[in-house]
């Protein structure tokens, strides 16, 4: 078994060894190296979004897509903290994962399982204007996104985007946006 040396080696290995998708452009943002995975996929246009810091540290690992504009503002931000794969279950301690087998096994498990819930759109003329993003992880933890540029009190007083007229609803499941990643046995990374 070839040992991996950092978060920027396994990633690759995991997503390229797919197939599903094409070696990374990579940027420099601040102190932040992002990689972005475009899927091999000629009908998708799905990314894989990857912020490593010069540590070996993951920062974040985001699936974009423009078909959910809300799933895309519901990660955005979104960063991994130091205990987020910590056998207690709770999210804590400083930003950003270490490269360790614990950590590499959850960030496996995630991409192998793909994107779970699903996201609302209510469709005015083609343009989005409110999407609801259930993830299913809680009840608590629906998220609804308003894509008008309207006020405050003119969202407060005026008439719900579901109840305007010519609206339509979108449901989408965001497992059909990003299915997880198959065709690479774990015991190879």
């Given at each position: 078994m070839q040992e991996l040396k950092d978060w920027k080696e396994f990633i690759n290995k995991v997503l390229i060894d797919?197939?599903?998708?094409?070696?990374?452009?990579?940027?420099?943002?601040?102190?932040?190296?992002?990689?972005?995975?475009?899927?091999?996929?000629?009908?998708?246009?799905?990314?894989?979004?990857?912020?490593?810091?010069?540590?070996?540290?993951?920062?974040?690992?985001?699936?974009?897509?423009?078909?959910?504009?809300?799933?895309n503002k519901f990660v955005e931000g979104d960063y991994f903290l130091q205990h987020d794969f910590s056998e207690d279950g709770k999210s804590y301690g400083n930003p950003a994962l270490e490269f360790n087998e614990l950590n590499r096994k959850g960030i496996f498990e995630m991409l192998e399982r793909g994107l779970t819930g699903t996201e609302t759109q209510f469709?005015?003329?083609?343009?989005?204007?409110?999407?609801?993003?259930?993830?299913?992880?809680?009840?608590?933890?629906?998220?609804?996104?308003?894509?008008?540029?309207?006020?405050y009190f003119k969202k407060l007083f005026s008439k719900n985007i579901e109840k305007m007229n010519g609206i339509e609803k979108r449901e989408i499941k965001l497992n059909e946006i990003f299915s997880g990643i198959k065709n690479v046995s774990q015991h190879r990374v």
């Open positions: 797919s197939r599903q998708f094409e070696n990374p452009k990579t940027e420099f943002k601040g102190e932040a190296e992002i990689e972005t995975f475009k899927s091999t996929d000629q009908n998708s246009v799905t990314e894989i979004r990857v912020g490593y810091l010069k540590e070996n540290l993951l920062i974040y690992l985001h699936i974009f897509s423009p078909i959910i504009p809300g799933y469709i005015l003329n083609g343009e989005i204007l409110k999407s609801i993003v259930d993830t299913y992880n809680e009840p608590q933890y629906i998220s609804r996104y308003d894509f008008t540029n309207r006020s």
